[in-house]
């Protein structure tokens, strides 16, 4: 059997409930059954935020899956459409990402079940928008509709948006014992959730025995111009969405940087006790162990037709038709399909561990967008990041000029050095946001 393929291939894809994290499952449905022949298995892990979303996303999934059964040869023969459904398992989690108290509640119960895991798609998100400058939009859209629905301006966010006080740690005083800092709603839900998600799961991934992937769905959006290290969280932001995916990006372009490595390796390696077995001891250094620490990896969508900005149905119908008409233009970044979008995260998770090594290694750590042709017809492309370029490497071209957000310019070698010097100070802030609340949950045992 090949290094990267297991009889179970277990995935957990985060706000799979509705638009990308949904379109993800059905797609991952839909290509595992395609490319891994039996008897290897697919075990999902769907997360929502309750119990009803939960439900309804799992029978939604169950009639996708018989609805590919019949389209593919399986059609024609019972036995193995039958085959086919029972290769793909799918289990239910809550998981609500401005609680930290909710995220260790599901990693307990995932490193309590034994069960492995590959692959973790860190998909989940709000945007915290409230409004749009409709003149500023009618303005963009008639006069740049490319740029303007690829890299819109015009969506107002509310500003100093914090989650509900974390511990409800009750004295004899009726009031909270120990005050909390402050935790940036869209920052907590993007970002600093995720983030400890995936730190908790780490001794799911040594059980894998395999090189697992942290895979973190990012955007277009992410600017450089709307992060800073004095506001890190987005809490006195006008654009908290478009500064998270910038940390985002930040964090998983350097996790393999020599500059990050003393935080990155508090972070991968600090959950090793917890995983079952002599061999996997603090101060191992098998090789077989150090290949199954996870990598982080880093994706875009494109721009989809989701409801992660609600709009009136008249006003949502435009939004779609303006997509298409800039894809007809040009633009490569309008799958608008979700599913067409979900296509850079699957290939992520389901690509072989030499493809990956080969791209990412030989090529240069990439944000991976999924793009598409004039006709619709998607594809895997590298995006450009501000501070990063391509793959990271100074003077280098990829991909055609209408993949490029206008005003971009050629990467330097001033700006790779600056990058590395933000993603170490970025690593280091979030290994001591995680430390410290960290510590305040084991207080209350949660």
């Given at each position: 059997?090949?290094?990267?393929?297991?009889?179970?291939?277990?995935?957990?894809?985060?706000?799979?409930?509705?638009?990308?994290?949904?379109?993800?499952?059905?797609?991952?449905?839909?290509?595992?059954?395609?490319?891994?022949?039996?008897?290897?298995?697919?075990?999902?892990?769907?997360?929502?935020?309750?119990?009803?979303?939960?439900?309804?996303?799992?029978?939604?999934?169950?009639?996708?899956?018989?609805?590919?059964?019949?389209?593919?040869?399986?059609?024609?023969?019972?036995?193995?459409?039958?085959?086919?459904?029972?290769?793909?398992?799918?289990?239910?989690?809550?998981?609500?990402?401005?609680?930290?108290?909710?995220?260790?509640?599901?990693?307990?119960?995932?490193?309590?079940?034994?069960?492995?895991?590959?692959?973790?798609?860190?998909?989940?998100?709000?945007?915290?928008?409230?409004?749009?400058?409709?003149?500023?939009?009618?303005?963009?859209?008639?006069?740049?509709?490319?740029?303007?629905?690829?890299?819109?301006?015009?969506?107002?966010?509310?500003?100093?948006?914090?989650?509900?006080?974390?511990?409800?740690?009750?004295?004899?005083?009726?009031?909270?014992?120990?005050?909390?800092?402050?935790?940036?709603?869209?920052?907590?839900?993007?970002?600093?959730?995720?983030?400890?998600?995936?730190?908790?799961?780490?001794?799911?991934?040594?059980?894998?025995?395999?090189?697992?992937?942290?895979?973190?769905?990012?955007?277009?959006?992410?600017?450089?111009?709307?992060?800073?290290?004095?506001?890190?969280?987005?809490?006195?932001?006008?654009?908290?969405?478009?500064?998270?995916?910038?940390?985002?990006?930040?964090?998983?372009?350097?996790?393999?940087?020599?500059?990050?490595?003393?935080?990155?390796?508090?972070?991968?390696?600090?959950?090793?006790?917890?995983?079952?077995?002599?061999?996997?001891?603090?101060?191992?250094?098998?090789?077989?162990?150090?290949?199954?620490?996870?990598?982080?990896?880093?994706?875009?969508?494109?721009?989809?037709?989701?409801?992660?900005?609600?709009?009136?149905?008249?006003?949502?119908?435009?939004m779609v038709v303006a997509m298409y008409l800039a894809r007809w233009m040009g633009s490569i970044w309008h799958p608008c399909d979700p599913y067409k979008g979900a296509c850079a995260p699957v290939w992520l998770a389901l690509a072989s561990q030499q493809t990956i090594d080969h791209l990412e290694m030989d090529g240069g750590p990439g944000k991976w967008g999924s793009a598409t042709d004039v006709f619709g017809h998607e594809r895997v492309e590298r995006t450009e990041v501000e501070g990063w370029g391509w793959s990271g490497r100074v003077g280098e071209m990829r991909g055609p000029s209408r993949a490029r957000k206008r005003g971009a310019k050629n990467l330097t070698r001033e700006q790779r050095?600056?990058?590395?010097?933000?993603?170490?100070?970025?690593?280091?802030?979030?290994?001591?946001?995680?430390?410290?609340?960290?510590?305040?949950?084991?207080?209350?045992?949660?």
């Amino acid at each position: 059997m090949p290094e990267d393929e297991t009889p179970v291939l277990r995935i957990l894809v985060t706000g799979a409930n509705s638009g990308l994290g949904f379109a993800i499952c059905c797609r991952l449905i839909d290509e595992f059954l395609h490319t891994r022949p039996p008897p290897n298995t697919l075990a999902l892990v769907i997360t929502t935020r309750d119990e009803r979303k939960s439900a309804d996303t799992e029978q939604r999934l169950l009639d996708h899956l018989k609805r590919t059964c019949k389209r593919t040869g399986a059609s024609t023969y019972s036995g193995q459409r039958a085959m086919d459904m029972d290769r793909i398992k799918i289990d239910r989690e809550i998981l609500d990402l401005t609680s930290l108290v909710s995220v260790k509640e599901l990693s307990n119960r995932l490193l309590e079940s034994r069960s492995h895991m590959n692959a973790i798609l860190l998909n989940a998100g709000i945007g915290g928008w409230v409004a749009i400058d409709w003149w500023h939009a009618i303005y963009k859209v008639i006069t740049d509709l490319p740029q303007a629905v690829t890299y819109p301006p015009f969506k107002i966010a509310a500003r100093g948006r914090t989650t509900r006080r974390q511990l409800k740690i009750i004295g004899s005083t009726g009031k909270p014992t120990k005050e909390e800092p402050p935790l940036g709603e869209v920052f907590c839900a993007n970002v600093l959730g995720h983030y400890m998600l995936a730190h908790y799961l780490i001794p799911l991934f040594i059980e894998s025995r395999q090189r697992g992937r942290i895979i973190w769905i990012s955007s277009l959006e992410a600017y450089a111009a709307e992060f800073s290290m004095r506001d890190w969280q987005g809490l006195a932001s006008d654009s908290p969405y478009e500064a998270s995916k910038r940390l985002t990006d930040v964090l998983a372009l350097t996790s393999k940087s020599p500059a990050t490595s003393p935080y990155t390796k508090q972070y991968f390696d600090g959950q090793r006790q917890n995983t079952r077995g002599a061999s996997h001891n603090k101060d191992s250094t098998n090789e077989d162990d150090q290949l199954s620490f996870p990598t982080m990896h880093l994706c875009q969508p494109g721009v989809c037709a989701t409801s992660i900005f609600p709009l009136p149905f008249l006003l949502q119908v435009a939004m779609v038709v303006a997509m298409y008409l800039a894809r007809w233009m040009g633009s490569i970044w309008h799958p608008c399909d979700p599913y067409k979008g979900a296509c850079a995260p699957v290939w992520l998770a389901l690509a072989s561990q030499q493809t990956i090594d080969h791209l990412e290694m030989d090529g240069g750590p990439g944000k991976w967008g999924s793009a598409t042709d004039v006709f619709g017809h998607e594809r895997v492309e590298r995006t450009e990041v501000e501070g990063w370029g391509w793959s990271g490497r100074v003077g280098e071209m990829r991909g055609p000029s209408r993949a490029r957000k206008r005003g971009a310019k050629n990467l330097t070698r001033e700006q790779r050095e600056q990058f590395d010097v933000l993603g170490r100070d970025c690593w280091a802030q979030m290994e001591g946001i995680r430390q410290d609340w960290e510590t305040r949950l084991e207080e209350v045992n949660a």
